[in-house]
């Protein structure tokens, strides 16, 4: 006789139920979600555009992007001359890969770049030749709905917004010189767990500096030395002999327990141990606390920070959504 049994969850698509599992505001009620950043959600780009030319006019950028983009302007100087009405520019959303548009610098601003919501207020001149820039990224809004969005308001020191990364998704790019962004002081306390989507730009080899990829009120939780080796620290450290995403995007994961730290990449353990019971406070990504020691040249797509220690079928559920998200291997 055959016999028909109800769903599990009357009511919810099995496709939603799909989408759920080892998502974050799923799993905040059980497990605590105190801050979660991931770069195609709440990027404010910065509002004035960084040149590497030679002391060149500014231009600044106004509105809110309607979707993700990758920004980048080229003025050349060449094509007809140095000022309004002579000097040519183009445009790009994904990061100067390819180009929407061209035209001539023709007025002050400001100018609608097409479709993107944005626009730009364009500067009297003289324009060097080939002036670049590329969109920074001014703040990173928290997603768990506390509201500790990270932030860089000095325009020299913002990360680039990458619309396309080696995963096809944005990621945040930290220069390794003086990029850094920073929430506000949170309290935090262990246990927790902490997955990282990263990227190593500069692959680490012996002679290289110390980067902090992210930091907790002055302690470096996570950097990447010369050796190179990874540690994972919280006062105390637990060591691996490698660098971990390096120069490809990985899942990192991050026990702060006590002694019961753990270290992982791709659903690997690369160490384990006592990683120090320093709870931390301001989170400070790309560099070491609120200044430019240690800097990272590293590319972040997501952190998540779980206020628990997860347990491991929960912990195996995040890892894939994420695998599946950014096509990393696990």
């Given at each position: 006789m055959n016999r028909r049994f109800p769903p599990l969850n009357p009511g919810v698509p099995l496709a939603v139920r799909r989408l759920r599992a080892g998502n974050p505001l799923a799993l905040a009620a059980q497990y605590g979600?105190?801050?979660?950043?991931?770069?195609?959600m709440g990027v404010t780009l910065g509002s004035t555009l960084l040149a590497e030319g030679t002391s060149p006019p500014v231009w600044t950028i106004s509105g809110t992007p309607t979707r993700q983009v990758g920004l980048h302007l080229e003025i050349d100087s060449v094509a007809g001359g140095t000022g309004l009405g002579q000097a040519t520019y183009k445009w790009s959303e994904n990061n100067?890969?390819?180009?929407?548009?061209?035209?001539?610098?023709?007025?002050?601003?400001?100018?609608?770049?097409?479709?993107?919501?944005?626009?730009?207020?364009?500067?009297?001149?003289?324009?060097?030749?080939n002036?670049?820039?590329?969109?920074?990224?001014?703040?990173?809004?928290?997603?768990?709905?506390?509201?500790?969005?990270v932030a860089q308001g000095t325009p020299a020191r913002q990360p680039k917004f990458i619309l396309s990364d080696t995963t096809g998704r944005p990621s945040i790019s930290g220069d390794g010189v003086d990029d850094f962004m920073n929430t506000a002081s949170f309290a935090t306390a262990q246990p927790s767990t902490v997955f990282l989507v990263m990227k190593?730009?500069?692959?680490?080899?012996?002679?290289?500096?110390?980067?902090?990829?992210?930091?907790?009120?002055?302690?470096p939780f996570m950097?990447?030395?010369?050796?190179?080796?990874?540690?994972?620290?919280?006062?105390?450290?637990?060591?691996?002999?490698?660098?971990?995403?390096?120069?490809a995007h990985a899942i990192i994961e991050m026990v702060l327990n006590g002694a019961s730290g753990e270290l992982v990449e791709n659903g690997v353990v690369r160490a384990s141990g006592d990683v120090g019971t320093d709870p931390g406070?301001?989170?400070?990504?790309f560099s070491l606390n609120v200044g430019i020691a240690h800097s990272v040249t590293a590319n972040i797509s997501e952190l998540i920070e779980f206020s628990s220690v997860l347990p491991a079928a929960v912990r195996a559920s995040v890892r894939t959504r994420l695998s599946n998200i950014y096509g990393v291997a696990l």
């Open positions: 979600l105190p801050i979660w950043l991931r770069a195609d100067g890969a390819t180009y929407v548009a061209t035209g001539v610098v023709t007025a002050a601003g400001p100018t609608a770049l097409g479709t993107t919501g944005l626009s730009v207020s364009q500067a009297a001149g003289p324009y060097n030749i002036n670049k820039w590329d969109a920074t990224v001014l703040a990173w809004a928290d997603q768990s709905g506390n509201g500790r969005n190593m730009v500069t692959v680490q080899s012996p002679g290289s500096n110390h980067d902090t990829v992210w930091s907790r009120g002055g302690t950097l990447i030395d010369s050796t190179p080796r990874t540690i994972l620290s919280a006062g105390a450290n637990i060591t691996y002999a490698g660098a971990v995403a390096n120069g406070g301001l989170l400070t990504l």
